[in-house]
């Protein structure tokens, strides 16, 4: 069960674990399949059943092999050349560019 903030569905996602989503608010919900009503209300039998439905059954198997793809992929792409290590490699050869373009204009 997680709010479905951004951190935290990003260690979900690279540790390989299922989710049940209650998303409050700015991201959360963007981050979530949600399944309230008009209200923007959530049941405890809808909890229960999106609980269940994680831990149990085909469905739920099947949730758990997506969750371990997406470790995988997660793990693949911060690995020694995997994208985000190139784009943060990127990110600091960038700003160390810019800095010294900056200091070497005030000399």
């Known amino acids: ?35 309230a009503d008009e209200k923007g209300i959530v049941t405890k039998e809808e909890v229960e059943g999106c609980i269940r439905e994680v831990m149990e059954g085909e469905r739920g198997n099947e949730m758990r092999r997506n969750s371990e793809k997406w470790m995988k992929l997660a793990k693949t792409a911060v690995d020694e050349g995997g994208s985000s290590a190139k784009s943060i490699t990127e990110f600091a050869a960038e700003l160390a560019r810019k800095f010294h373009e900056t200091k070497d204009s005030k000399v």
Request: hydrophobic fraction near 45%.
């Open 1 to 35: 069960m997680t709010h479905c903030g951004w951190n935290s569905t990003l260690e979900a996602l690279s540790l390989g674990v299922p989710m049940v989503a209650m998303p409050h608010w700015i991201d959360q919900p963007t981050n979530a399949k949600v399944k």
